[in-house]
């Protein structure tokens, strides 16, 4: 019997935070994951519309939230923080579904990635939120296969 394959869907990722939201998606295709440029934003408002014009832009099919949780699984302040706005989020993206998917040491795997690149410590820290956001992407469609 032939293997069956996940058909490709336009996917758009999300490492949430309170003053910048990395984002990262796939190309139109399906195939490719490239980093987003960030939100800079302090409120959940503004951060909701700009991902919500994305949304509408990249016409994306699936978004996958990272959810910052503690070393023993359990949702701590932040993860109840990423929660709320992923309410909000919910909302206006409709009827997109929202999956989460666990975003622990993704920061720390983004910036390792950059160091590695030969990227400066400045440079890194401006790419550090996309990258890590493309990490909980490529994390995502791995568990997708």
């Given amino acids: 019997m032939p293997e069956q394959h996940e058909p490709k869907r336009r996917i758009l990722a ?3 935070g309170a003053a910048r939201t ?3 998606a796939t190309d ?8 987003l440029p960030r939100v800079d934003a ?6 909701v519309r700009y991902i919500l ?7 994306t099919q699936v978004i996958v939230l990272g959810i910052p949780l503690l070393l023993d699984g359990a949702a701590g302040e ?5 929660t709320e706005f992923q309410r909000l989020l919910a909302q206006a993206v409709a009827p997109v579904p929202i999956h989460t998917i666990d975003e ?3 920061t720390d795997e983004a910036h390792e990635l950059l160091k590695q690149g030969g990227l400066k410590a400045a440079r890194r820290k401006q790419l550090a939120d996309s ?3 493309l990490v909980i992407l490529e994390r995502f469609r791995s568990g997708c296969r």
């Fill in 28 to 35: 139109w295709t399906g195939t490719i994951s490239v980093p």
């Fill in 78 to 82: 932040r993860a109840r923080r990423t």
């Fill in 42 to 47: 302090r409120d959940d408002a503004t951060t």
């Fill in 53 to 59: 014009e994305i949304v509408r832009e990249r016409e």
């Fill in 131 to 133: 990258v890590a956001a």
């Fill in 14 to 16: 999300i490492d949430y």
């Fill in 104 to 106: 622990s040491h993704s």
């Fill in 22 to 24: 990395g984002l990262a």
